[in-house]
């Protein structure tokens, strides 16, 4: 999916789990977790191909694809749910706005097709990724994304006003 419509997704994913109003830092720590799997997964080659200078970010730098390493940490429900854990263990509190990183894996599974960066969701356990999927790129997709999207939160803004009133 878009890496944008990630993170509008986790700030209305957090307005449902806490109605309460969301404070500015609220919001962009939402989002940052929205979109961190794809940031974390792409970015980082990205910055380097800008060193490097070739705006290739599925470099190959010594035989060694960034991209493709990263992606599959960031894109399991397996390091999601341990790292998850592991805070809650910590903290003995859930830390909420982190449920964006394990919704942003969910909505991978079925928009990405198996030939582009299907979503290895169980790795390491396994390395299985749906047969099938639809590409987020398909033009109607990704608007039904951002309708749903902006939907949402349309109820949610809504379901707001009518309690202040
Ligand atoms: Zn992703």
Do not use: C
């Not at 940031?39 to 490097?52: K, N, R, T, W, Y």
């Amino acid at each position: 999916m878009d890496i944008i419509a990630h993170g509008v997704y986790n700030i209305a994913l957090q307005r449902t789990i806490k109605k309460d109003k969301k404070t500015r830092k609220e919001i962009l720590t939402a989002f940052w977790w929205g979109i961190m799997p794809d940031l974390l997964a792409f970015g980082i080659p990205f910055i380097s191909a800008i060193f490097v200078g070739s705006l290739n970010h599925h470099q190959n730098i010594g035989g060694f694809d960034l991209a493709s390493t990263v992606y599959p940490y960031t894109h399991s429900l397996v390091i999601f749910s341990l790292v998850f854990l592991a805070i809650y263990a910590v903290r003995r509190k859930w830390y909420l706005p982190m449920l964006g990183w394990g919704f942003h894996v969910l909505l991978d599974i079925p928009f990405h097709t198996p030939e582009f960066y299907p979503t290895p969701f169980l790795f390491p356990l396994s390395s299985y990724t749906l047969p099938f999927g639809i590409s987020w790129g398909t033009p109607v997709v990704w608007i039904a994304i951002w309708v749903v999207v902006l939907l949402w939160l349309g109820i949610l803004y809504k379901q707001r006003n009518n309690k202040s009133l």
